[in-house]
T-cell receptor, first 114, second 117 residues
Framework: NAGVTQTPKFQVLKTGQSMTLQCAQD?????MYWYRQDPGMGLRLIYY???????DKGEVPNGYNVSRLNKREFSLRLESAAPSQTSVYFC?????????????FGPGTRLTVT | AQTVTQSQPEMSVQEAETVTLSCTYD???????LFWYKQPPSRQMILVIR??????QNATENRFSVNFQKAAKSFSLKISDSQLGDTAMYFC??????????????FGTGTRLTIIP
């Protein structure tokens, strides 16, 4: 049982390059999330997916797209990276109400855009 | 929209002492959940404790307990007998329990806690 896995762990991009961050969970959760963490800002929600086939914008969606490929996988894509997207990115999935909605987080991806 | 405020950016305490981290939130919802997450230097986010708003009894998990004051919209975390492994960033988080399929978390800005040997 690996929980939530993310790849890559580190990435450096040049402005304008694109990349996809991969996330997978093996806990059979319906809901999955992408957050970004910036110094002094806490974690902010980028996109979330309540179930396979559905996605919705969070607090800071501009510059990102997501795909809920299946129940296990939820990817985040940067089409044209900008220095403002330098951040640590976390994927998470959550339990249902009967287990108190606990969210499980991946180890994070540190992205630097130069 | 909900907001979560952690007014203590940094705190430090001697090992074995007790420390309390503050959190206030703003919401018009009546059904919600509150969480404390710990982020050690490894960067991994770990759930420390959870409180359902409809429960009057304060949650406890071993050395961790909360003081949930619903009317004051306050949710503080108390760590008793602090240990070196408690050194971490601590985030308070809010979840609206009324939106089925939308269990997203709103986080505070965090408190960096250092346990001094």
């Amino acid at each position: 049982n690996a929980g939530v896995t993310q790849t890559p762990k580190f990435q450096v991009l040049k402005t304008g390059q694109s990349m996809t961050l991969q996330c997978a969970q093996d806990m059979n959760h319906n809901s999955m999330y992408w957050y970004r963490q910036d110094p002094g800002m806490g974690l902010r929600l980028i996109y979330y997916s309540a179930s396979e086939g559905t996605t919705d914008k969070g607090e800071v969606p501009n510059g990102y797209n997501v795909s809920r490929l299946n129940k296990r996988e939820f990817s985040l894509r940067l089409e044209s990276a900008a220095p403002s997207q330098t951040s640590v990115y976390f994927c998470a999935s959550s339990e249902e109400e009967d287990k108190g909605y606990e969210q499980y987080f991946g180890p994070g991806t540190r992205l630097t855009v130069t | 929209a909900q907001t979560v405020t952690q007014s203590q950016p940094e705190m430090s305490v001697q090992e074995a002492e007790t420390v309390t981290l503050s959190c206030t939130y703003d919401t018009s919802e009546s059904n919600y959940y509150l969480f404390w997450y710990k982020q050690p230097p490894s960067r991994q986010m770990i759930l420390v404790i959870r409180q359902e708003a409809y429960k009057q009894q304060n949650a406890t998990e071993n050395r961790f307990s909360v003081n949930f004051q619903k009317a004051a919209k306050s949710f503080s975390l108390k760590i008793s007998d602090s240990q070196l492994g408690d050194t971490a960033m601590y985030f308070c988080a809010f979840m609206n329990g009324s939106n089925f399929g939308n269990e997203k978390l709103t986080f505070g800005t965090g408190t960096r806690l250092t346990i001094i040997p």
